[in-house]
T-cell receptor, first 110, second 112 residues
Framework: RKEVEQDPGPFNVPEGATVAFNCTYSNSASQSFFWYRQDCRKEPKLLMSVYSSGNEDGRFTAQLNRASQYISLLIRDSKLSDSATYLCVVNTGSNYKLTFGKGTLLTVNP | GAGVSQSPSNKVTEKGKDVELRCDPISGHTALYWYRQSLGQGLEFLIYFQGNSAPDKSGLPSDRFSAERTGGSVSTLTIQRTQQEDSAVYLC??????????FGPGTRLTVL
């Protein structure tokens, strides 16, 4: 099983749609979880951290299920500017070494 | 303030040549990381520097790869005798201790 696994997509959705991304991780000792966003030919940028209680930032909601080793990201009312690759990122045991999923490509269409 | 900067932004080299990639972290960030992103692949951890501690080199793919960090600031990643499979985007990130990592724009390396 890969350390961090994501559906590669691509996801093509119309503006205003709700879209959900899922991610699983293999190391049960993982402590920190993040979603990063990467635009085409750009560097990854932190979108949000993911907490056990779930957290929301505007149109974005992240959830963590430790029992199932599963992380999700929900984007509501999607905008054209949300088009990007979304990277699931896990701190796999050490306190600094991040493991990245391969990313899920999202295209929001007008 | 200024973010992480990397140079060059693009590097084309011939197989067998050595290359040096440079990273300037955010001022005051004690931790510095190098990653590699190959086409269609996720980011791959290469090496981690934290203050004056010995670096974690566990991600370096071969002994052709080395990195140093001078004065706790600027870092150089060196690839000796480059191979075509070294072609990738090399990303540097920095953080305050083990806090959020901020990435530079990367160096796109092409080995012909």
């Amino acid at each position: 099983r890969k350390e961090v696994e994501q559906d590669p997509g691509p996801f093509n959705v119309p503006e205003g749609a709700t879209v959900a991304f899922n991610c699983t991780y293999s190391n049960s000792a993982s402590q920190s979880f993040f979603w990063y966003r990467q635009d085409c030919r750009k560097e990854p940028k932190l979108l949000m951290s993911v907490y056990s209680s779930g957290n929301e930032d505007g149109r974005f909601t992240a959830q963590l299920n430790r029992a199932s080793q599963y992380i999700s990201l929900l984007i509501r009312d999607s905008k054209l500017s949300d088009s990007a690759t979304y990277l699931c990122v896990v701190n796999t045991g050490s306190n600094y070494k991040l493991t990245f999923g391969k990313g899920t490509l999202l295209t929001v269409n007008p | 303030g200024a973010g992480v900067s990397q140079s060059p932004s693009n590097k084309v080299t011939e197989k067998g040549k050595d290359v040096e990639l440079r990273c300037d972290p955010i001022s005051g960030h004690t931790a510095l990381y190098w990653y590699r992103q190959s086409l269609g692949q996720g980011l791959e951890f290469l090496i981690y520097f934290q203050g004056n501690s010995a670096p974690d080199k566990s991600g370096l793919p071969s002994d052709r790869f080395s990195a140093e960090r001078t004065g706790g600031s600027v870092s150089t990643l060196t690839i000796q005798r480059t191979q075509q499979e070294d072609s990738a985007v090399y990303l540097c990130a920095s953080s305050l201790s083990t806090d959020t990592q901020y990435f530079g724009p990367g160096t796109r390396l092409t080995v012909l």
